[in-house]
């Protein structure tokens, strides 16, 4: 395997010149960094990351944590959020991913072993996590939920104004009668979404029927379910929000199996925009919460704390966006 001390000696320097190079030191001459560069690059040479990490004290390893990947997560959420913060970080850092629901306890969750942490928190019990990386002193990034304390960068989607301008969108195509198939219970976008809903049917003073509110967990099964409950009732709705897709293309399922049809017979709105959303039959309208997005904007943010502890806090939101297809029929006045 070739050496630091190999590369040295072919570029006629010390072995601590080529280790400035390799980290683009600026305390070297740019012609000499180029030269060592070169040797290195014919060389092949692979740097030693585990020598590194223990003259660095660095794991070279980044975790990125979900509340759950077995309950409340599906998979386009997950996948979204991989692809975001894998686009980011460099090929030096190990990415190491896993949900807090698989850990009895915190105590192998240090500095030693995590450079940094970037959290997909999707609910108020992840707090004893955050708080712990807190006081371990890594650095930390919390996407997907508003976490109230100025130690804390926030990276998050405005939930309750998409789910307003999703319901919206069905009240201005002339529905009166519009239900609600809820997310995962405990989940703060669940809350969020719920609200949205409601708030749309207050401004244009629609009625709210207890009967219009089905609680799902997120998952295509759960869609199917809720839509099969809500065309059962004598008066069924005209138009369904789907806090997520996955709920949705379970929903437009279970309205084709009664013999009814999207959007003639019934309207879907959902909410992500996953990428099978546009491949639906009819394509689905939904609210785009761009996941790979807020993802991305975290991981540049926590490598840019990793580089500078002194770098500030700040709550990012990204904006949703209304994606108008065909699930949607506007009814006669």
């Known amino acids: 395997m070739v050496t630091i001390k190999d590369i040295a000696k072919l570029a006629n320097v010390s072995h601590t010149t080529v280790s400035r190079a390799l980290n683009n030191s600026p305390l070297i001459k740019e012609e000499t ?3 060592i560069l070169t040797i290195a690059s014919e060389l092949n040479y692979i740097p030693n990351y585990s ?3 223990l003259v660095k004290q660095k794991s070279y390893t980044i975790g990125l944590f979900f509340t759950s990947i077995k309950e409340g997560t599906s998979s386009s959420f997950f996948i979204d959020t991989i692809k975001g913060v894998n686009e980011v970080i460099s090929e030096n850092y190990h990415l190491l991913v896993r949900g807090i629901d698989d850990f009895h306890d915190y105590t192998t ?11 997909m ?14 006081e371990k002193q890594i650095p930390l990034v919390v996407l997907n939920r508003k976490i109230r304390d100025e130690r804390i960068t926030n990276i998050l989607a405005n939930d309750k ?22 997310g995962k219970e405990g989940f703060q976008s669940t809350v969020e979404r719920k609200e949205g809903y409601i708030q749309a ?29 809500l065309l059962s009732l004598k008066e069924p709705p005209t138009a369904v929000f789907c806090s997520n897709d996955d709920m949705a293309i379970g929903a ?7 013999g009814l049809s999207v959007p003639k017979d019934i309207s879907v709105v959902g909410f992500d925009d996953i990428e099978l959303a546009q491949y639906t039959f009819p394509p689905l309208t939904t609210v785009k919460r761009p996941i790979e997005t807020i993802s991305k904007k975290g991981a540049e943010k926590l490598l840019s704390f990793i580089d500078d502890r002194d770098v500030g806090t700040e709550t ?18």
């Open 121 to 134: 928190s999707q609910s108020d019990r992840d707090n004893a996590f955050i708080y712990h990386v807190l």
């Open 109 to 119: 969750i240090h500095p030693k072993r995590y450079d940094g942490i970037i959290f």
């Open 33 to 35: 960094k180029k030269r």
């Open 51 to 53: 020598a590194k990490s």
């Open 252 to 258: 437009i399922r279970a309205v084709f199996e009664t």
């Open 316 to 333: 990012i939101l990204v904006p949703t966006e209304l994606v108008r297809r065909e699930s949607v029929r506007r009814l006669c006045s």
């Open 201 to 229: 049917l207050l401004d244009h003073q629609l009625p709210i029927h207890g009967e219009y509110f089905i609680k799902g967990e997120y998952d295509v099964k759960s869609g199917y379910n809720a839509m099969k409950q």
């Open 161 to 182: 104004e998409g789910a307003y301008q999703g319901v919206l969108h069905l009240v201005e195509n002339g529905h009166k009668r519009i239900a609600i198939i809820e």
